[in-house]
């Protein structure tokens, strides 16, 4: 399919390639050869306007005539650039307007000052730079833009990966487009409401190889669905196949070195008009690769609107993204339908390696309690996936660290008094879980399962599931589920420790129930005792781990636990199920060990520290003299 024609979308991207590929200072000599065009301007019915005053091309291989042709949007009007030889080509200004789909805005203006080649041959310049650029987007805003730089810049190389020259297909090797690229920054306003300081970027190189299908093309495809969409009518699958492709063949059509973006500084107002300030430090972003989008890491992001509240963290990165599985996925099939996708979307989940953020403060007004407010910090998130089985991680690591939250009167599941009284005035809690599937073996290792509660006490689980099939990844839900029942149970290992919330707990079990807090504890740790009896049996090992968990409850501060099948295929769910009713059921076939440990703790009273209103009041009172 062909087409004479760009779309209106890509109107806008055709300007701003010949802006960027028109730029470097004019070096002309005493014989050098200049030539002068001026005044063009060619419009279309969408609205589109491109306006070049003047371009001058010294010592260059084009004619007057190419030159024109160059903004024609006719097919092939750009080649001419693939084989350009010229001293020098400058662009004094050009402008680039359309219109924008809001109902009496006008039009949107893109506008570039000093575009200049050097030193072009065989359409590769040494150097090309944009001196600024400016953006007028009707009702949008302002945007300001300082210098943009790159040497050895291949213009034919660029035009071929954005489908703008035809190509034979034959062509498949990535080769440097630019090097050296620099952006000095800029700033974005919109009229008394925003205004943003933008800083600079550096990359130091870009590859490409050329599309396979042709931009103007595909643009008119999607404008073709979309209207069909807007109609009710059915798109068909081969024009949903073919606009597809050509995105995952985007996707392997560049690579790139890392990226450094110096960050935004915003202030302006919200929707209430209070003062808002943004701000957003270093950008980095890791060498994009074919079907590889690298980690993209975000510092210092800060929002705080003036006497409502903030929201500000360290650091978040979303990790590195494959989609070499959903590209290969997608060539493979023969109609990309309902159907295709529906039976193969987790196909097309792209592997994550996960992300993390670090270092998040949040002081925001509660949306849920009028007055109330959201508060807390958190040192650190991470996830870590990886091992994709299906579109699904078999390997996960999870950790929360230092999520610490101001206990408050409200957290009816605590005993909030007794921890205020005990100077505990924030929970700090940290998280986390990291599984390994080991297909070969079969099993699922469970490394940590951790739940750390600060100053109050911690508590650990490891261990090792049988029977864990490829199964479990499986398209079919109920195939999955059944895979996931007919796992066992293999080793596990639980360590508590007691840093104080056991005589904060005990306490207050002992007031609900009347009765002393000694005698509560040896209550407690008779029923658990026996609990352990029943499912483990009467046998020296059982009567061995009951005291130990007697004692732990007494008032040691460690207790460790770990219990082994004695059949090597584990314990199935069956059997842990059967365990509910009747504990009996798990007897003779666990062998368990358990170690108390630890001296007591208990968390003193302490001083209540004066309240906010006694402060101020503090404050007030004049000092005495003697």
């Known amino acids: 399919m062909t087409r004479s024609d760009f779309a209106p979308l890509g109107r806008p991207l055709r300007g701003l390639l010949l802006g960027t590929a028109f730029a470097s200072l004019a070096a002309s000599g005493a014989l050098a050869e200049t030539l002068t065009v001026t005044d063009i301007a060619p419009t279309d019915a969408s609205g589109y306007g491109l306006s070049v005053p003047t ?90 833009f300082g210098e943009m730089s790159a040497s050895n810049f291949d213009l034919g190389r660029l035009l071929g990966f954005y489908g703008l020259v035809p190509t034979d297909g034959t062509d498949t090797e990535l080769r440097e487009v630019y090097s050296d690229f620099t952006f000095s920054g800029g700033t974005f306003a919109v009229d008394g409401v925003f205004n943003c300081d933008i800083g600079g970027a550096e990359v130091a190189s870009f590859s490409a190889r050329p599309l396979k299908q042709s931009m103007g093309d595909i643009q008119g495809l999607i404008l073709e669905a979309e209207a069909a969409e807007k109609a009710g009518t059915p798109i068909e699958p081969e024009q949903i196949k073919q606009i597809v492709l050509f995105y995952t063949d985007l996707l392997t059509a560049f690579s790139s070195s890392p990226m450094t973006f110096e960050g935004i500084d915003c202030s302006g107002q919200d929707d209430a008009g209070k003062p808002l300030a943004f701000s957003a430090g270093t950008i980095t972003a890791g060498g994009f690769e074919p079907a590889i989008y690298p980690d993209f890491s975000l510092d210092d992001l800060k929002i705080e609107v003036e006497g409502d509240g903030h929201v500000n963290f360290g650091n978040f990165t979303w990790k590195r993204m494959d989609f070499t599985t959903a590209i290969e996925t997608v060539e493979a099939a023969t109609t990309l339908d309902e159907a295709f996708f529906t039976a193969n979307w987790r196909k097309l989940v792209p592997a994550m390696d996960g992300f993390s953020l670090a270092n998040l403060d949040v002081d925001v007004p509660d949306p849920d309690k009028p007055g109330a407010r959201v508060k807390g910090t958190l040192g650190s998130f991470d996830a870590t996936l990886g091992n994709y089985v299906n579109g699904i991680p078999a390997d996960v690591a999870l950790t929360l660290a230092n999520f610490i939250l101001p206990i408050t009167a409200d957290m009816k599941d605590l005993p909030v008094q007794d921890l205020l009284d005990r100077g505990i005035y924030t929970l700090d809690i940290s998280l986390g879980t990291k599984l390994a599937w080991n297909e070969e073996a079969s099993t699922i290792e469970v490394e940590d399962v951790l739940i750390d509660m600060g100053a109050l006490g911690r508590v650990n689980f490891s261990g090792t599931f049988g029977n864990a099939t490829e199964a479990l990844f499986a398209d079919n839900p109920d195939e999955a589920l059944i895979a996931a029942q007919m796992m066992t149970l293999k080793a596990l290992t639980i360590e508590v420790e007691d840093r104080g919330i056991g005589s904060i707990a005990f306490a207050a079990g002992a007031k609900e129930a009347g009765q002393p807090e000694e005698a509560f504890r040896t209550a407690v740790a008779g029923m658990a005792q026996g609990m352990t009896l029943a499912f483990l049996g009467n046998t020296t090992e059982a009567l061995t781990a009951a005291q130990q968990l007697g004692t732990f409850l007494q008032g040691a501060s460690h207790l460790k636990v770990t219990i082994t099948s004695k059949d090597e295929a584990g314990i199935g769910l069956a059997d842990l199920a059967a365990a509910e009713t009747n504990p009996a059921a798990l007897a003779g076939k666990l062998d368990v060990v358990a170690e108390a440990s630890g001296e007591p703790v208990v968390l003193p009273l302490v001083e209540a520290p004066p309240s906010m209103q006694d402060q101020k009041r503090d404050l007030k009172t004049p000092a005495t003299t003697q």
């Open 55 to 144: 371009i001058e091309v010294v010592d260059g291989n084009l004619n007057e005539g190419t030159v024109r042709g160059l903004f024609t949007g006719t097919p092939d009007a750009l080649q001419p650039l693939s084989t350009l030889n010229a001293a020098s080509v400058t662009i004094p200004e050009i402008s680039v307007s359309y219109k924008i789909d809001v109902e009496g805005a006008e039009p949107a203006v893109i506008t570039y000052h000093d575009l200049v080649l050097t030193d072009v041959v065989d359409g590769v310049a040494a150097s090309a730079t944009v001196a600024s650029s400016e953006f007028k987007g009707g009702e949008a805003g302002i945007a300001k």
